[in-house]
């Protein structure tokens, strides 16, 4: 049952392509830190491959083929791609699916202010998050602002050398005698997750001048009002590129891994995989870490109304062949999970977790305590994920995502599992998860390219 580390079995060439898909992901994630920045360079790349827009298919009565790749955006956050294969639809599709939202902090919708001479914004945090964590590192902007007028404005603050960042502060270590008391889920509150934003005062202004002084360079460099901050989302990311890390960059350092990580080789593996006999479908949802909630949750309708569009373009629409095509479907729930952490042993079950280096990670079920909340794959299932990844000759291991009665976690496997389909998790092993700087191996990605890769050509 011992599973060799995946660098042991690569050959010169198999290095050089790892190492090589890595950079291009690095690339990735350093860009698309939020979901609407993902969906648009998706977008960007299956235009690239030859996708075409099915909302634009269905507005001109088009007609889809087995051959034809077509994709749909939902909202700007969310996106589905199809690879129209040829066995009938009805006989089910094969299923990558992934999240694309990451934990942050989001901008509130009255957020500036003004306290001692500085000018702050008020945020929430978005998902599971250690705050404290988010304190004293350099953070950027990501978002948009939109006016009442129709118009949307692009923002990124905190990325180019050139811009300035933010942070939010802490207490020095001298004051902080009753802050280092406290459980470390309180030593930082909340509500004090408010975003140092400047402290010059406009020349002219005695009451809140720096505020006052905020409010004009966002006028005159964005175009935008104190009350566009109503229709305004904005995401607090860290700032900053994704790196190699080790001595021997054998790993990646990067905010978001949880779960671009999945994302982006399953895109490129649906990009990259030409002819299929079986429908392929690649899913990128948003709110994820939130419960799978709101109109572009993997909750939503948007993904049976996705393939009901296309079964009617094919020419051969019925509610029973939709149900027909969702039912016999497989999917992976392509999804991070917990990488062994020698500092953190206690927390792991040695024979079942997820080691770095040792490829993608299937797991049976996720959950808590008693697979509370988890979609357990059958083992006829498991079975056949086997052969694939052996014809695949893919490097995969099985995990669980920590100690029994110890934590646990979930993904949109259960979701999909509603429609009877077959669905397991599978995803790269990462260290710090959820922190603002995640950890992930070069080796892993790339397996789980390979994985995803073999799963859709089956």
Same mark, same amino acid.
């Given at each position: ?22 950079g291009?992901y690095?690339?990735?994630i ?23 827009d ?5 507005k ?5 083929k087995?051959g ?14 199809f690879?129209?294969g040829s066995?009938p ?75 300035p ?12 005698g ?14 004090q997750?408010?975003i140092?934003?400047g ?12 505020k ?6 966002l006028?005159?460099k ?13 995401e ?38 030409k002819?299929?006999k ?28 996705a ?9 051969d629409?019925s509610d ?9 479907s ?12 020698p500092?953190?042993? $206690? ?24 697979k509370s ?19 695949g ?18 993904t ?28 992930? $191996? ?17």
């Open positions: 049952m011992e599973k060799k580390i995946a660098w042991e079995t690569y050959k010169a060439k198999d290095v050089k392509a790892a190492e090589k898909f890595a291009e690095i690339d990735f350093s860009v698309g830190k939020t979901e609407r920045e993902c969906v648009k360079l998706s977008v960007e790349m299956a235009k690239a491959a030859g996708y075409k099915l909302s634009e298919v269905v001109k009565k088009g007609k889809l087995a034809d790749k077509v994709y749909q955006v939902w909202m700007k956050k969310s996106i589905a791609l690879n129209i066995d639809i009805e006989d089910g599709m094969a299923i990558l699916g992934a999240h694309i939202d990451s934990p942050r902090m989001d901008v509130k919708q009255n957020p500036l202010f003004e306290d001692g001479g500085m000018a702050y914004l008020d945020t929430h945090y978005y998902g599971g998050i250690k705050k404290y964590q988010w304190v004293t590192v350099p953070l950027a902007i990501h978002g948009v602002v939109a006016k009442k007028d129709g118009s949307v404005i692009d923002i990124t603050i905190g990325e180019d050398e050139a811009d960042v933010f942070c939010v502060t802490d207490i020095l270590i001298h004051l902080a009753d802050q280092m008391d406290k459980k470390a889920s309180k030593a930082i509150e909340g509500e997750l408010d140092l934003f402290s010059k005062p406009l020349a002219g202004k005695e009451k809140d001048a720096v006052e002084n905020i409010l004009k360079l006028k005159d964005y175009d935008f009002e104190e009350e566009d901050f109503e229709s305004a989302e904005l607090i990311t860290p700032a900053g590129r994704a790196r190699f890390a080790g001595l021997d960059k054998s790993l990646i350092l990067a905010y978001g891994q949880d779960d671009k990580v999945c994302a982006y080789p399953s895109l490129v593996a649906m990009l990259n995989v002819n299929v079986k429908t392929s479908c690649c899913l990128l949802v948003d709110k994820e870490e939130i419960g799978s909630v709101g109109a572009t949750g993997m909750r939503s309708k948007f993904f049976e109304n393939v009901a569009e296309i079964i009617d373009r094919m020419g629409y029973l062949k939709l149900k027909r095509c969702l039912a016999n497989m999917m992976l729930s392509s999804d991070v999970t917990a990488g062994y952490d500092e953190f042993a $206690s927390c792991f079950e040695k024979k079942n977790v997820a080691y770095m280096g040792k490829g993608v990670a299937f797991s049976k079920f996720t959950g808590s305590r008693g909340g988890s979609n357990d794959a059958n083992a006829e299932y498991m079975a056949k994920i086997r052969a694939i990844m052996e014809k000759k893919v490097n995969y291991q099985t995990a669980e995502l920590g100690k029994v009665d110890v934590g646990g976690g979930g949109i496997a259960y979701i999909l599992a509603l429609y009877g389909m077959d669905v397991i998790d599978c995803g790269v092993p990462v260290l710090c998860m959820h922190a603002p700087w995640e950890v992930t $191996s070069v080796a892993d990605v790339y397996e789980a390219y390979k994985a995803y890769v073999a799963f859709i050509s089956y």
